[in-house]
Nanobody
Framework: QVQLVESGGGLVQPGGSLRLSCAASRNIFSIYTMNWYRQAPGNQRELVATITLSGSTNYADSVKGRFTISKDNAKNTVYLQMNSLKLEDTAVYYC?????????WGQGTQVTVSS
């Protein structure tokens, strides 16, 4: 059973930066897409960023120009660089991997933006 382990969350002031990582416990073959989602209290889970097999990326309008998704295929790891963080970025962030073998979710990591 593949597990996705997230790290890098924490408390940061507005305008600050964080880098989230999501590593698979073992190799995942035939990955199609890797995503980051987030869910704030009382809100639905929303898609934040996507990176495809070819490296194409897509972002939610709310994070465009501030967040960058990247991946290291050799390490089965996906990253989310978050800059210029805002109060409204506070949420639990989840990674997701869609592969031939199925969908995998991480356990979530808390990001809190507060002064």
């Amino acid at each position: 059973q593949v597990q996705l382990v997230e790290s890098g969350g924490g408390l940061v002031q507005p305008g600050g930066s964080l880098r989230l990582s999501c590593a698979a416990s073992r190799n995942i073959f035939s990955i199609y897409t890797m995503n980051w989602y987030r869910q704030a209290p009382g809100n639905q889970r929303e898609l934040v960023a996507t990176i495809t097999l070819s490296g194409s990326t897509n972002y939610a309008d709310s994070v465009k120009g501030r967040f960058t998704i990247s991946k290291d295929n050799a390490k089965n790891t996906v990253y989310l660089q978050m800059n210029s963080l805002k109060l409204e970025d506070t949420a639990v962030y989840y990674c997701r991997v869609t592969a031939r073998s199925g969908n995998y979710w991480g356990q979530g990591t808390q990001v809190t933006v507060s002064s």
